[in-house]
């Protein structure tokens, strides 16, 4: 049974009737990936705040941190998990496949990230993430000093705490616009 074919709840503007930077933009994404995620699309139906979450989307994801690309995307995908956001474990779960070559990791994050093979470094990253989706008020210092414990630096313990804050919001916007991811992500790399 296929997913529902809207690709959000509210109405999604024709990529001619944006601005020429979004139009570029999207040309650009169609170029690399072959299509425009529907987060894109679904985004542009606030052209500001299109330009504002790719400006973030781009500095938290793509951007030279203390955290490489697919420990980002694994972060993604156990918020996601936390949240049962349907378009982020699709999207990112397909990303964690691509750039781990694993096709069974991502589910695994997805459905029980304590059953994935992980290094210590990585567990006690997702373990800070989803206790900050699932019991923020409960972080404290031994939370943190974990993460420097398993050899994070302040800059790697802030990049941790700003990209699992980061999939919480889209997380949330994903849920109450009823987003649904691109249907070619569901194939992708496996």
Same mark, same amino acid.
């Given at each position: ?31 690399? =990936? @072959? ?8 985004? &542009?139906?606030?052209?500001? +705040?299109? %330009? ?52 069974? =990791? @991502? ?8 059953? &994935?093979?992980?290094?210590? +470094?990585? %567990? ?52 109450? =616009? ?13």
């Amino acid at each position: 049974m296929p997913q529902p074919d809207h690709i959000h709840a509210l109405p999604v503007p024709e990529p001619e009737d944006l601005d020429p930077d979004l139009q570029k933009y999207m040309r650009i994404c169609e170029e690399k =990936l @072959g299509f425009v995620p529907n987060v894109i699309r679904a985004y &542009a139906f606030r052209p500001q +705040r299109l %330009r504002n979450f790719i400006a973030t989307y781009n500095e938290l994801m793509l951007e030279e941190t203390a955290l490489s690309k697919l420990e980002r995307e694994m972060i993604a995908v156990v918020v996601s998990s936390a949240n049962r956001c349907y378009y982020c474990l699709v999207a990112h779960g397909q990303a964690v496949r691509e750039l781990s070559g694993d096709p069974e =990791l @991502g589910e695994m994050l997805a459905m029980n990230y304590r059953i &994935a093979p992980l290094d210590a +470094r990585m %567990r006690a990253i997702l373990d800070f993430a989803w206790k900050q989706t699932t019991a923020s008020l409960e972080i404290d210092d031994t939370d943190r000093q974990a993460l420097r414990d398993a050899g994070l630096d302040d800059q790697g313990v802030w990049d941790v705490i700003e990209t699992a804050s980061f999939f919480n919001y889209t997380n949330r916007m994903a849920a109450g =616009l009823d987003m649904m991811p691109n249907r070619e992500y569901h194939v992708m790399d496996r």
